[in-house]
């Protein structure tokens, strides 16, 4: 059986991954008010994303016999106006979330839970994904500026993006 403040930890970040999920449905309603229908497909993608990353941690807490504690989850609130200053609150927090799971691995590890840490592995090099791509698409915003023609030819590059459901752990 799990240590009670690794559970604790574990129960804490299912519901900070079913926040991710509740905010960048958020940020999807900015982009569809925004005809910018790529960019609410890439929105789409991360919210299926942040679910199966929640519904990870809460299988790996189940299958360990841990206690699942399902929490409120706060409103999400979607800072700024322009895409550049929503890839900005993005890339901020996929941040927050590496620090998130980076917390819950030391936890871990305090516990000597090896098989904790194994499975948490998987998120940390998730982690550098999410943070790279965000940071790739800020950059792409930031070269476009007010170039209306880039700014749709990323929405169309954003569109053919799909969701694959990860093997996680």
Not at 18 to 26: F, I, P
Not at 29 to 45: C, P
């Amino acid at each position: 059986m799990m240590n009670e403040k690794l559970q604790a930890a574990f129960n804490d970040q299912i519901n900070k991954e079913l926040y991710s999920e509740y905010l960048y449905l958020a940020m999807k309603i900015y982009f569809l008010e925004q005809n910018l229908n790529g960019f609410a497909n890439w929105f789409d993608v991360q919210v299926q994303e942040e679910r199966a990353h929640a519904m990870g941690l809460f299988n790996y807490l189940n299958d360990r016999e841990g206690t699942l504690k399902l929490e409120a989850i706060d409103k999400p609130v979607v800072e700024g106006n322009t895409p550049v200053t929503i890839f900005e609150q993005v890339l901020k927090h996929e941040k927050f979330v590496t620090e998130r799971i980076s917390a819950l691995m030391d936890v871990a590890d305090e516990a000597h839970d090896r098989a904790a840490l194994s499975f948490l592995d998987w998120y940390i090099k998730e982690q550098v994904e999410e943070e790279a791509t965000a940071s790739t698409i800020l950059g792409t915003l930031r070269l476009i500026g007010d170039d209306k023609k880039g700014l749709l030819m990323l929405d169309r590059e954003l569109a053919a993006r799909t969701f694959t459901a990860p093997t996680i752990g």
